[in-house]
């Protein structure tokens, strides 16, 4: 406590500026906090005296509403033993936030001489991000620490940048240039003599992910000119924010609740769709079949992964590994099935994102979708070597296989 009397003076003066304007408790979601969650990022860079990261968003929410989510080092979402601290913190009045302050010092043994790197901040297009980053830069800086304000930014872009900063750059470039020119190299890689010319007509939720698709574009053309036989490939935006609400009537929260389209597209037969949500780390995808709108959902998106990675893998001969599909009790029982018929491995955990990803860390390569469109695959970093080891040995005498470029 008597460390941090030193910042309670910054603590006072940033206070008034931002009061908390609803009396009532708050629990810790995937969705985040409004309240002091610049001194709760601080005290995390202190802690793990790395590189972290703080999203201003609240996903496929109404325009109304606003939260902040907290980035972990390797581009994780904040780790569970520390929500704890976040309701704390943000249910503590202010007369009690240095005590509050103290507390989490105390538990986790946190240095405050220690000078973090700068605190990454991004943010979505809502009306009331600006003012939340405002009160979150405030936060930080009386704690005496630094940050970075990256403007408006997808949620995933943010996560890229934080994990590049901690791996030297060996992920990428921690640059909005850098991720997508990663997407897009892997992407031309992967749809290499896919077929003919295509295009992806694509709901933007009015969001911030409808503003980034241009540079999506041109990263996509710039890399296809290294790829032999890459087919064109364009997209075409749909609620793109330049009229319209954010995530009303359109958006992946939409499409899958509602089993229909979202507003301001009007399905073809053969052309294929997909949808965002507002700060764009949800994707479904949907067609027109018959005369009803078939969704491929985050369950449908798990089982394609999961064959195609079991597939690469029976190609490359690798044997051993341990891998699984991890999913929700909310999960499609036919997807379950599905991939259990195919002798792999499927693991239930709680709705949320989190448990997912802690689930994924016990095996070598984990494929793990939530139905509404939250994804994502973990490989063991060895267990990654290796493939790509095998897939260049591969590619030397392949004639047709998934790594075959002629």
């Not at 309670?8 to 708050?26: E, M, Q, R």
């Not at 240095?98 to 943010?123: C, Q």
């Not at 997808?154 to 900063?165: D, E, G, M, N, S």
């Amino acid at each position: 406590r008597f460390e941090m009397e030193r910042f309670a003076k910054g603590i006072a003066l940033a206070a008034p500026h931002h009061p908390k304007k609803l009396d009532k408790h708050f629990d810790y979601g995937t969705a985040g906090f409004r309240d002091k969650m610049g001194l709760l990022a601080a005290l995390r860079a202190k802690s793990t005296k790395k590189e972290v990261g703080v999203v201003i968003t609240a996903s496929h929410n109404p325009v109304e509403d606003n939260g902040v989510k907290l980035i972990d080092p390797m581009g994780e979402m904040l780790a569970m033993e520390w929500e704890s601290h976040a309701r704390n913190l943000a249910n503590a009045k202010d007369d009690s936030i240095v005590g509050e302050l103290a507390k989490i010092v105390e538990k986790e043994s946190i240095d405050l001489n220690f000078d973090p790197p700068k605190i990454r901040i991004g943010m979505d297009t809502r009306p009331s991000s600006p003012e939340l980053s405002k009160a979150l830069q405030d936060g930080i800086l009386a704690l005496q620490c630094q940050f970075e304000n990256l403007g408006e930014m997808a949620t995933p872009q943010v996560h890229f940048i934080v994990r590049c900063l901690n791996t030297n750059c060996l992920y990428g470039q921690p640059t909005e240039s850098g991720y997508f020119k990663k997407l897009a190299k892997a992407f031309c890689s992967l749809n290499q003599s896919a077929g003919p010319d295509s295009i992806l007509y694509v709901d933007g939720a009015n969001g911030v992910g409808a503003k980034k698709l241009p540079l999506f574009q041109t990263s996509i053309a710039e890399a296809s000119a290294e790829v032999p036989n890459f087919s064109k490939f364009d997209i075409v935006a749909f609620n793109d924010g330049t009229q319209g609400k954010l995530n009303e009537r359109c958006g992946a929260d939409y499409v899958k609740t509602g089993q229909c389209p979202p507003e301001g597209i009007v399905m073809e037969p053969g052309k294929r769709y997909c949808s965002f949500d507002g700060d764009a780390d949800r994707i479904l995808f949907f067609f027109q079949n018959q005369k009803s709108c078939q969704i491929l959902d985050g369950d449908r998106i798990a089982c394609l992964l999961t064959d195609y990675i079991h597939e690469m893998l029976t190609y490359l001969e690798i044997e051993g590994l341990s891998i699984a599909a991890v999913m929700t009790g909310y999960s499609n029982g036919n997807a379950v099935n599905y991939l259990k018929k195919k002798n792999i491995r499927v693991e239930i955990v709680p709705t949320g994102v989190k448990h997912l990803k802690k689930k994924c860390t016990e095996f070598d390569v984990a494929i793990a979708y939530e139905a509404n469109g939250h994804g994502n695959m973990v490989v063991r970093e060895e267990v990654e070597r290796k493939i790509e080891m095998m897939a260049q040995e591969k590619e030397k005498y392949c004639r047709g296989g998934p790594f075959c470029t002629e």
